[in-house]
Structures are given as structure tokens and as C-alpha cells.
């Protein structure tokens, strides 16, 4: 069984920078493909990053790229995301998840098979 727990969330300044971690227990977590997700009420999860279980690919959605940054460092069993210059429609709920078998596309929130319970951001004007 694997764990995930995410923290670093809280309430900003709109041009501020948030760094989440997602901290992984329980099954080896450097095989797994990463992923950050976000939810806002009323609205589905979206996609917002992803990191291969080596860290030599990552994607990112549209709305993010140029100041989202994911990583990982395998040897602490966590996955982070840098977030600068953050944005009130950046506000939401944060959640990191894990891919175990990669039978579906990335983007694709239910190809992850393991999810954190969630981390607030918000992002004020």
C-alpha cells in the first residue's frame, strides 16, 4: 500500500510562490510516474503536471507552463511542485498522485491509482 500526503499549501499574495510537497510511505515509490492534479469546486480535477519515475520527462498543462516546476527526489520518497508567480485562477485544491502501471494517457486523472488527500492554495488579488 502507498501513501501520499501533500503540505505547502496556504493563502498568497497574487506573484507569490508556493512550494508543495507530496511525501509518498509505504511501497517503493521511485517506480512510479507522478502527477499533480487541482480542483476547484463545481469543476472536474485537472491535470496540472506530471514526472516520469526517473525524472527525464515531465508535462505540464498550458495554463502553468513557465511557472510550474515539478521534480522529484527518489531518495526522500517525495515529489514537489514549484509554483511562482501564482495567479488568483491558480486557487484550489491541490492533490499529488501516483501511476503505477501507465496504461493510460497522463493527462488523464484516472490513470493514477494512488491520491493524496488534498492541500489548499489560494491566491488573492
Known amino acids: 500500500q502507498v501513501e501520499l500526503v501533500e503540505s505547502g499549501g496556504g493563502s498568497v499574495q497574487a506573484g507569490a510562490s508556493l512550494r508543495l510537497s507530496c511525501a509518498a510511505s509505504g511501497r517503493t515509490f521511485s517506480s512510479y510516474a507522478m502527477g499533480w492534479f487541482r480542483q476547484v469546486p463545481g469543476k472536474e480535477r485537472e491535470f496540472v503536471a506530471r514526472i516520469s519515475w526517473s525524472g527525464g520527462t515531465t508535462y505540464y498543462a498550458d495554463s502553468v507552463k513557465g511557472r510550474f516546476t515539478i521534480s522529484r527526489d527518489t531518495a526522500k520518497n517525495t515529489v514537489y511542485l514549484q509554483m511562482n508567480s501564482l495567479k488568483p485562477e491558480d486557487t484550489a485544491v491541490y492533490y499529488c498522485?501516483?501511476?503505477?502501471?501507465?496504461?493510460?494517457?497522463?493527462?488523464?486523472?484516472?490513470?493514477?491509482?494512488?491520491w493524496g488527500q488534498g492541500t489548499q492554495v489560494t491566491v488573492s488579488s
Open positions: 498522485a501516483a501511476d503505477v502501471y501507465g496504461r493510460r494517457s497522463p493527462l488523464d486523472r484516472r490513470a493514477y491509482t494512488y
